[in-house]
């Protein structure tokens, strides 16, 4: 039976914080792979297939060493999940290597307001006008990053938007396994798929990666690895809306990066447009924070805070 981990903020943020730091280090090297900076270019589905191979094989070492003992496995709920997260980081690699690692991954960060528009129709959620105009706000942020003029236009920013559209949909599924798995089954199980997956993709777009490349497409694996235990760990410390902030660290991470190996600097439209899609996601984080569930009315019931 699986015991529900402790609440504990603080860790939760500092996960977080790291877990940031891991996920834009992977998007890092994805764009070096994805260019022609340690040989030969690798198409995005080789890329993420070694992605899985090597965060499988992280993971898998954790869990003989822990002696992971397995609960019941949702198989179906991990298959969509896994889905969806492949086909998310694979759209993610690919835009990293055609437009700066900032707005790729601004854009990407629509995701949780994808999440809350595709909860209408698929959860059947009611939505208010304060988190429509969350969504709204946010993509305003997305149009503006995508730069919809003849001359100005990045069609690899649709690359990042598909990526935003496919973990909006994980962001459903996710949660549902937080709460009836442990986080080292709910990684080694996720994995595992994705490797199938992975696999029957990039047996089509195969070449042999140089040893720079091997390296690297190994600190994506691990580091993406050690980014899904932090997260998974720290979403089960914290209610989502309350981890969720401390994720858009990514974005500084992610330009800093691309400035001290590419030498991007993020230009005023980014910047405009980065913003206003924090805006956006931020508002949203907030209204959840307010609508979670609360467990101090004086009966002990479970009650939903005021709208």
Sequence with gaps: MFVPRDQNPVLAALLTLLASAF???????????????????????????????????????????LRLRFTDIAWKTHSLRVVCGWGGVTLMFAAAAYIPLSDATAISFLNPVIGMLLAIP??????????????AIALVGAMILLRPTPDAFQPAA???????VALGFEVIVIKRLTGREGPLQILLINNLIGV??????AVWVW?????EQWLALAGIGFLMA?????????IARADASFVGPFFYATLVFAALYDFIVFGVR????????????????????????????STDSPSGKTTRQAR
């Design 23 to 65: 996920v834009a280090g992977t998007t890092l090297l994805a764009k070096m792979l994805g260019t022609d900076v340690l040989g030969p270019a690798l198409n995005p589905l080789q890329i993420s297939h070694g992605r899985f191979v090597f965060a499988f094989v992280a993971i898998g070492s954790a869990a003989l060493v």
């Design 122 to 135: 698929l959860l059947k959620e009611r939505v208010g006008p304060v988190r429509l105009s969350a969504a």
């Design 158 to 164: 649709l690359l990042a938007l598909g990526a935003a």
């Design 196 to 201: 199938g997956i992975a696999s029957l993709a």
């Design 207 to 211: 070449i042999v990666p140089t040893f």
């Design 226 to 234: 050690g980014a899904q235990t932090c997260f998974i760990n720290a």
């Design 266 to 293: 993020p230009d005023t439209v980014s910047v405009i447009g980065t913003l206003i899609i924090l805006c956006g996601a931020g508002l949203l984080m907030w209204r959840e924070g307010r609508l979670r569930p």
